[in-house]
Every structure is written in C-alpha cells, then in structure tokens.
C-alpha cells in the first residue's frame, strides 16, 4: 500500500485535442500524468465509436500520459428536454460508456445545464497585475437579456435600481461592446459544444417554456435510470459537473448548484458509478455554499474534481481569482480531499486516484499575445498547477 506522502490527487490537465494549441508534451512538461479530453468534432448525440476513441487514446499514449477523464460526452439537448429523438441519444450515450471502457477509460464528466454550458460576460478582464481574467459581470448580463436578446419577461429577474444600471449602461456601450457581449455569451466557451446566433439562441429558449426545475429533475432522473446500470456494467464513473454560474440565469431551470441540489442528484440512483465533479469554482460563487461541507457530506462520491477559485462581490459579479485567493479556502478544501482519499485507500476502495484538474487560469506573460482557449491558456494553469501541487505536498506532509 502507498505511503500518504506517496500518493495524493491525480494531476491532470484539459486537452482539446489535437487541434489544441497546447502539445501533450508541454503538458507532460506542466508535470500532468493525465490527461483529460473529449471528442468536440463528434456531433452532439452520436455514438464515440472505438475507431474514434483509439485514436485519440493512441495520441495520448505515444506521449506517455494517460486519458484520465473524458470530459464531457455531452447531453443531447434532446434528452435535457425528453423531446424529438432522446431515445436514440440516450441509447447512444450508453454506447459511447461501453466504447470507452473497452479502452478502460473509466471516469467521464457531463453537465444538465440547459443550452449554455457555461456562461462569462468578459473573457479579457484585467487584473489589476495586468494579467486577464474571465469574469461574470450581472449587469452586463441584464444588458444582454433585457436590450441585445430581447428576451420576453426578462424584466421580472430585476430590481428597479438594477434595470435602471443595465439602461444606463446600454446607452454607453459602442456597437463593438455589444458585439463582443453577445459573442462572449452565446457563441460557445471552449468545451460547449454548442454556440448559437441571437436569433437561434431565443428560438432554443422558447423550448424551454415548460421547463421548470421539476420537469428537469425529473429528465435527468430519467437519463440516470438508464446510464448508471450501464456506467456499473462497464466500471465507468459518471461525475456530474455542477451549474456555472450556479443559479438561475435566461429564466432558465438550474438543478446542481448547491449541497441539496448535489444530495438529491446522487440520491436517485444511488450507486458509486452516479457521482460528482467537484468544482470549486462553479460551486464556491455562492456565499450559501460549504465547499468543506459538501466534501464533508458527498465526499465519498466525488468523481472528478476541477480547483479554481473565485472572487465575487455583493451584486452578483464575480471573476476567476488565483488558485489559491479568492473566495475559496483550498486549504481546507484540498485538506479534505486528501482526508477523503485516505478514507478510500483506507477503505480498499478501488476509486482513490481522485483525478483533479487546476481550472482555468489567468492569462498572462507570453500568452497575452497568442490566440488561446479562455480560460485555458498554459502560463495561467500551469501556475494553477503548480501552486495546487505545492500546497498538496505541504500538507500531506503534515498529515504523515
Ligand atoms: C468549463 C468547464 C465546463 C465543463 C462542462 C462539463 O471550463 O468546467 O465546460 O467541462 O460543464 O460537462
């Protein structure tokens, strides 16, 4: 059996793939042994077939890192509605499972989030050391709905001070501005599969009329009746990623933003294969949230795990802070990831690696001026990384 000091999170690292601008090899040199990626050329709904998988399993085994995670295989809008051929996506989905684990990928991430994966207003916030960070800015957004989308009703998320800023602020924006908001919003983060025009994006909305929380639950308690038997069959374990940001936006129903949320996802299907990612940047923008607690709570079924932190303030903005600032306490946070891990090699538990990625980073130094991923540039997570790993040895350290 490893010794504590030995053993701790398995360091992972977001790869898009080969049209990624950042090479396995720097990313070995980031000091990841594993690798997480997706297929984002496949359609949406598709099976991932071995001929697929092999061979973006071969690239990654040539640079002697290790497909850790697929993340994600994302949930046909379909299936997050039960409308048009979710049968057939749904029966797909179990199909990719069994795929995978023919190559013993054993540990895949997805989101229910309705249409927009997730959601920043500003993708080149300036920090104050001139670095750039992603930013949710709530009045930027209420431009967004209220005067640039048009959306029906939006009004009513508002106070009346809050609809007067968003006025006020719409007057000063230039057409570029309001260009650059739209795009930022709904044309697809890096690892959304999909992006849309505006006028697409209220027509994908309207399908979501008669969707509340409820009927959205009760959609993903469908998905899971049948993925999980499979996901036990083929030793796969599911982590569903929480909501970011983790409360309602576009009148949309959100339904993994907090502790309860999160209880109630793993209650329905109660099985090992039926668990988390824990993300402590989604989850940690809510003050109502205990991450400690969560692990405290969940722990024991936290399959995946993304570390970032987040600085918000009182009016609901908030921007992408460092690893180790912010909101979050990672102390505490990693302290209790590590308990948890002890807890498994303890228990003889199989499932101990605990593959944790750092998440996103800030952009900065030499990649200010190259085109990247936002949110996934190299300097920004490789100090992630690295401030992650260093905070990791020192109290594992402490606990041997
Ligand atoms: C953003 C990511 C998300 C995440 C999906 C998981 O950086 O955390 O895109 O990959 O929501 O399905």
């Given at each position: 059996?490893?010794?504590?000091?030995?053993?701790?999170?398995?360091?992972?690292?977001?790869?898009?793939?080969?049209?990624?601008?950042?090479?396995?090899?720097?990313?070995?040199?980031?000091?990841?042994?594993g690798?997480?990626?997706?297929?984002?050329h496949?359609?949406?709904?598709?099976?991932?077939?071995?001929?697929?998988?092999?061979?973006?399993?071969?690239?990654?085994?040539?640079?002697?890192?290790?497909?850790?995670?697929?993340?994600?295989?994302?949930?046909?809008?379909?299936?997050?509605?039960?409308t048009?051929?979710?049968?057939?996506?749904?029966?797909?989905?179990?199909?990719?499972l069994?795929?995978?684990?023919?190559?013993?990928?054993?540990?895949?991430?997805?989101?229910?989030?309705?249409?927009l994966?997730w959601?920043?207003?500003?993708?080149?916030?300036?920090?104050?050391?001139?670095?750039q960070a992603?930013?949710?800015?709530?009045?930027?957004?209420?431009?967004?709905?209220?005067?640039l989308?048009?959306?029906k009703?939006?009004?009513?998320?508002?106070?009346?001070?809050?609809?007067?800023?968003?006025?006020?602020?719409h007057?000063?924006?230039?057409?570029?501005?309001?260009?650059?908001?739209?795009?930022?919003i709904?044309?697809?983060?890096?690892?959304?599969?999909?992006?849309?025009?505006?006028?697409?994006?209220?027509?994908?909305?309207?399908?979501?009329?008669?969707?509340?929380?409820?009927?959205?639950?009760?959609?993903?308690?469908?998905?899971?009746?049948?993925?999980?038997?499979?996901?036990?069959?083929?030793?796969?374990?599911?982590?569903?990623?929480?909501?970011?940001?983790?409360?309602?936006?576009?009148?949309l129903?959100?339904?993994?933003?907090?502790?309860?949320?999160?209880?109630?996802?793993?209650?329905?299907?109660?099985?090992?294969?039926?668990?988390?990612?824990?993300?402590?940047?989604?989850?940690?923008?809510?003050?109502?949230?205990?991450?400690?607690?969560?692990?405290?709570?969940?722990?024991?079924?936290?399959?995946?795990i993304?570390?970032?932190?987040?600085?918000?303030d009182?009016s609901?903005?908030?921007?992408?802070?460092?690893?180790?600032?912010?909101?979050?306490?990672?102390?505490?946070?990693?302290?209790?990831?590590?308990?948890?891990?002890?807890?498994?090699?303890?228990?003889r538990?199989?499932?101990?690696?605990?593959?944790?990625?750092p998440?996103?980073?800030?952009?900065?130094?030499d990649?200010?001026?190259?085109?990247?991923?936002?949110?996934?540039?190299?300097?920004?997570?490789?100090k992630g990384?690295?401030?992650?790993?260093g905070?990791?040895?020192?109290?594992?350290?402490?606990?041997?």
């Amino acid at each position: 059996m490893n010794t504590t000091s030995e053993i701790g999170l398995e360091q992972t690292w977001r790869w898009f793939g080969p049209d990624d601008s950042i090479s396995l090899s720097h990313i070995k040199m980031a000091g990841a042994t594993g690798i997480v990626s997706a297929l984002h050329h496949l359609p949406n709904g598709e099976v991932w077939t071995l001929e697929e998988i092999e061979k973006r399993k071969q690239l990654i085994d040539k640079s002697g890192l290790n497909w850790s995670v697929v993340e994600s295989i994302p949930v046909h809008e379909d299936i997050k509605k039960r409308t048009g051929r979710y049968h057939e996506y749904i029966r797909n989905y179990k199909q990719s499972l069994l795929n995978l684990a023919h190559f013993g990928i054993d540990t895949v991430c997805y989101n229910f989030m309705p249409v927009l994966d997730w959601t920043r207003t500003d993708l080149t916030f300036e920090l104050t050391n001139g670095a750039q960070a992603l930013r949710f800015d709530a009045c930027k957004f209420a431009v967004f709905e209220l005067f640039l989308l048009k959306r029906k009703g939006a009004e009513l998320a508002y106070s009346k001070q809050q609809l007067e800023e968003a006025e006020e602020l719409h007057q000063n924006m230039s057409k570029a501005d309001k260009k650059l908001l739209v795009n930022n919003i709904i044309a697809g983060l890096p690892g959304a599969e999909e992006g849309y025009t505006l006028h697409q994006f209220q027509a994908v909305l309207d399908e979501y009329s008669n969707i509340g929380s409820n009927e959205l639950r009760a959609n993903l308690l469908d998905f899971l009746k049948e993925v999980i038997p499979v996901a036990e069959e083929a030793n796969i374990l599911m982590a569903i990623h929480p909501d970011d940001p983790p409360f309602s936006i576009l009148g949309l129903p959100r339904i993994v933003s907090n502790l309860h949320d999160l209880q109630k996802v793993i209650g329905v299907v109660d099985s090992p294969n039926n668990g988390l990612c824990f993300c402590t940047g989604s989850l940690g923008v809510r003050s109502d949230n205990d991450l400690v607690q969560i692990i405290k709570e969940l722990g024991h079924r936290i399959n995946f795990i993304h570390l970032r932190s987040t600085s918000r303030d009182k009016s609901g903005n908030f921007h992408e802070a460092e690893h180790l600032d912010g909101d979050v306490n990672m102390y505490e946070v990693m302290k209790k990831l590590l308990e948890e891990q002890q807890n498994r090699i303890h228990n003889r538990r199989l499932d101990y690696r605990m593959p944790m990625r750092p998440d996103h980073g800030h952009k900065m130094l030499d990649d200010l001026s190259k085109e990247t991923n936002p949110g996934y540039s190299a300097i920004g997570r490789l100090k992630g990384l690295a401030e992650l790993r260093g905070l990791e040895l020192g109290i594992k350290m402490a606990m041997s």
